[in-house]
């Protein structure tokens, strides 16, 4: 299936959350078996021969993709959460919206000193999320191979807080 299928396969809800907003509702490709199949073939095949021991995935629709392809990375799984939902020690990144902060929280010990590392997210839009996931990544000595989102809104230009880094997206909208 080529990028062009997986685009034709998510649902344009207009008006939505607010108005002047078109989101993008990936739901309708996650419920398609066959794409998600052939999604998850296409992401495993980039990244097979990178030796990526985890893969990071941004809450919570980057789980299911970072899920699923550290499975046939058979490499590990971390999370990154909202602050207050691990369990564990964990470091925090504060970061900026476009009013006002978030935070994104990892376990201290979910990542080794050089483990070769994949962040996963389901979108890349300002990039806000995705470089607070590479600070964090950094503070544990992870070494970032790659990002991987499936839907990049490239006229928010997020990938421009990424430079430096392998940036993937298999849908890119204007």
């Known amino acids: 299936m080529t990028a062009l299928n997986y685009k034709s396969l998510i649902r344009e809800v207009p008006e939505f959350p607010k108005p002047g907003i078109l989101f993008y509702d ?9 794409a998600m199949q052939s999604l ?8 097979q021969d990178r030796g990526v ?6 809450e919570s629709r980057g789980f299911i993709f970072a899920g699923i392809l550290a499975a046939r990375l058979g490499a590990g799984f971390v999370p990154v959460r909202k602050p207050g939902k691990l369990p564990a020690d964990c470091f925090e990144v504060k970061y900026s919206l476009e009013y006002g902060t978030n935070s994104l929280a990892i376990h201290r010990d979910a ?13 890349l839009a300002t990039g806000g999320t995705a470089e607070a996931t590479v600070n964090l990544v950094r503070q544990l000595g992870g070494e970032i191979v790659g990002l991987d989102f499936l839907v990049e809104l490239k006229g928010l230009n997020g990938r421009s807080k990424l430079a430096g880094y392998d940036v993937h997206s298999t849908i890119i909208y204007p």
């Open 26 to 34: 990936i739901t309708t490709l996650l419920k398609n078996a066959a």
């Open 40 to 47: 998850a073939d296409d992401l495993a095949s980039r990244y």
């Open 53 to 58: 021991a985890k893969v990071v995935g941004i």
């Open 111 to 123: 990542i080794g000193m050089g483990e070769r590392v994949l962040i996963v997210d389901d979108l």
